[in-house]
C-alpha cells in the first residue's frame, strides 16, 4: 500500500515556474514507478511525466518535453515535477500517481498506475 500527498500547486504567471512534490508513505516506494498526470476542467486525466523505479529511464508528454523535469528520491519516499515556462494551457489539477509496474520503460497509461494522490491545482495566467 502507497500513500501519496501533492504539494506546490499554486497560481503562476505565464513563463514561471512551479516545483510539484509528492511524499509517499508506505514501505513498497522504492519499487513503484511513479508517474504525474493533469486533469483540466471538462478534459480526461493525461500523462505528464513519469521515473521507473530506480531512476534511471524517464519519459515525458510531448506537451511538457524541454519544460518539464521529473526526478525522485528514494531515500526520502518523494518524487518531484519541475516545470519551467509555464502556459495558461498547462493549467489543470496536478495528480501524482504510482504504480507496481518495475520495467524498464515508464508506463503512459493512467490504468497501470494503481495509487493516487488527492490532487494539486497548478493555475497559468496570461
Known amino acids: 500500500q502507497v500513500q501519496l500527498v501533492e504539494s506546490g500547486g499554486g497560481l503562476v504567471q505565464a513563463g514561471g515556474s512551479l516545483r510539484l512534490s509528492c511524499a509517499a508513505s508506505?514501505?513498497?516506494?522504492?519499487?513503484?514507478?511513479m508517474g504525474w498526470f493533469r486533469q483540466a476542467p471538462g478534459k480526461e486525466r493525461e500523462f505528464v511525466a513519469g521515473i521507473t523505479w530506480r531512476g534511471d529511464s524517464t519519459g515525458y508528454a510531448d506537451s511538457g518535453k524541454g519544460r518539464f523535469t521529473i526526478s525522485r528520491a528514494n531515500a526520502r519516499n518523494t518524487a518531484d515535477l519541475q516545470m519551467n515556462s509555464l502556459k495558461p494551457e498547462d493549467t489543470a489539477v496536478y495528480y501524482c500517481?504510482?504504480?507496481?509496474?518495475?520495467?524498464?520503460?515508464?508506463?503512459?497509461?493512467?490504468?497501470?498506475?494503481?495509487?493516487w494522490g488527492q490532487g494539486t491545482q497548478v493555475t497559468v495566467s496570461s
Open positions: 508506505g514501505r513498497t516506494f522504492s519499487r513503484q514507478t
Open positions: 500517481a504510482a504504480s507496481p509496474n518495475m520495467g524498464t520503460l515508464v508506463p503512459f497509461s493512467p490504468r497501470t498506475y494503481f495509487y
